[in-house]
Every structure is written in structure tokens, then in C-alpha cells.
């Protein structure tokens, strides 16, 4: 089971959208709907930003919001702050071994 | 509020084992599994492996069979994760983290585990 792959940056303004891309296969982001978002900041532990494609937890900005269409799931963060830029991984339930896939991580910057 | 508090950072030497510990407060500790999550410096997130706190049923990534163990204690609502044969490569940050609907919701804080070359 390979890595899920996302593109390595993704920069843009304060204000602007953004969306981050999370390619898969059958077997894991389009074929279930247990995809998950992290965001990190330097030397900090993952924060769960959207569950389940497109659910956000509690006390998580409605800038965030996620989907999938096919094996691509997306985030996009809408109206960029500096509190943004930090490192973000999407994450898949496989059904198999191994039960999980990270992936390969994205490096948001802003502007 | 939930909780999961790790150890403290651990220095081994190549071949010696480590064991990070992962104490779950704030609800209840056999609802949920807990998985383990690794991260060197500069990299991404791994995967590694889950636990059922409730059954103590377990699974590993191919890489680890056979030198790493997840375990619990229920009584102090504590898991743990053990890998044995160190070497440089696990040289990383170790996450427990407890899973909710395939989601990782809760993490703990880290702990640095460094295996000198």
C-alpha cells in the first residue's frame, strides 16, 4: 500500500482559496468514505481538521472543507490566514492491511 | 476533556528496545482504539499500527513484524507501544492517537525517541 500522493506545496494570499489534492486508489479514498485532514505546525502533534470526506469537528474553522470525487479527496481552505500555513496530510481507512494510509503530506505557505 | 499523555523522550542505543506509553483520560478508554503514528524529522506522518484497548487485539505495518508490540493496561487506562532491534532509522517523533470513525481525533502529545548512529 503505497503512500496517498499530494502535491509537496501549495502557496496563496491572505484571503484567498486554496485546495489541496489527495490522489488514492479503489482501495482506499474512493473506496470509502474515511478520509480524513491534519494540520500540524512545527513541532506540534496533528490536529483532525475534516473526518469522514467532508465533516468538521467541533471548534474547527468553517473554512475548512473537504470532498472526494472519485480516488481524489480535497481540502480547501477558504479566506487564507497566516494562522494557515502549516503542514497538512490527508489520511485513508483501506479496509486491508494496512488498515491506513497517510499521505505524503503538503506544505501550505501563505503569502 | 479528552486526553492522551505520552512519556517522556528516550535516548536508546542500536539493538535496545523502547517503550512509550500513552495514558487516556476524559472518556471511556476501551471504546476506542488507539493507533500509533511515527514521524522523523523532516517527514511525513506513518502509520504503524492499531490496538483494541478492549480486546488488546493488535496489528502491525509489514516493516515492524516481529519487533514491535502494542499492549494495555485497562486498569490505568494506559497503552503502550514497544519496538525492539533499534537502529538509527527510528530515530522520530512516536504519536498514540485515538481513533473515532476511522478518524484520528484525539493525539498525544509526542514522544521524541533518538537512537544515536
Known amino acids: 500500500q503505497s503512500a496517498l500522493t499530494q502535491p509537496a506545496s501549495v502557496s496563496g494570499s491572505p484571503g484567498q482559496a486554496i485546495t489541496i489534492s489527495c490522489t488514492g486508489t479503489s482501495s482506499d479514498v474512493g473506496g470509502y468514505n474515511y478520509v480524513s485532514w491534519y494540520q500540524q505546525h512545527p513541532g506540534k502533534a496533528p490536529k483532525l481538521m475534516i473526518s469522514g470526506v467532508h465533516n468538521r469537528p467541533s471548534g474547527v474553522s468553517n473554512r475548512f472543507s473537504g470532498s472526494k470525487s472519485g480516488n481524489t479527496a480535497s481540502l480547501t481552505i477558504s479566506g487564507l490566514q497566516a494562522e494557515d500555513e502549516a503542514d497538512y496530510y490527508c489520511?485513508?481507512?483501506?479496509?486491508?492491511?494496512?488498515?491506513?494510509?497517510f499521505g505524503t503530506g503538503t506544505k501550505v505557505t501563505v503569502l | 476533556q479528552v486526553q492522551l499523555v505520552q512519556s517522556g523522550a528516550e535516548v536508546k542505543r542500536p539493538g535496545a528496545s523502547v517503550k512509550v506509553s500513552c495514558k487516556a483520560s476524559?472518556?471511556?478508554?476501551?471504546?476506542?482504539?488507539i493507533d500509533w503514528v511515527r514521524q522523523a524529522t523532516g517527514q511525513g506522518l506513518e502509520w504503524m499500527g492499531w490496538?483494541?484497548?478492549?480486546?488488546?487485539?493488535?496489528d502491525y505495518i509489514q516493516k515492524f513484524q516481529g519487533r514491535i508490540t502494542m499492549t494495555r493496561d485497562t486498569s490505568i487506562s494506559t497503552a503502550y507501544m514497544e519496538l525492539s532491534a533499534l537502529t538509527s532509522e527510528d530515530t522520530a517523533v512516536y504519536y498514540c492517537?485515538?481513533?473515532?470513525?476511522?478518524?484520528?481525533?484525539?493525539w498525544g502529545q509526542g514522544t521524541l525517541l533518538t537512537v544515536p548512529s
Open positions: 476524559g472518556y471511556t478508554f476501551t471504546s476506542h482504539d
Open positions: 489520511h485513508s481507512y483501506t479496509g486491508s492491511r494496512p488498515l491506513y494510509v
Open positions: 492517537a485515538r481513533v473515532v470513525s476511522g478518524s484520528f481525533d484525539y
Open positions: 490496538m483494541n484497548p478492549a480486546t488488546g487485539n493488535s
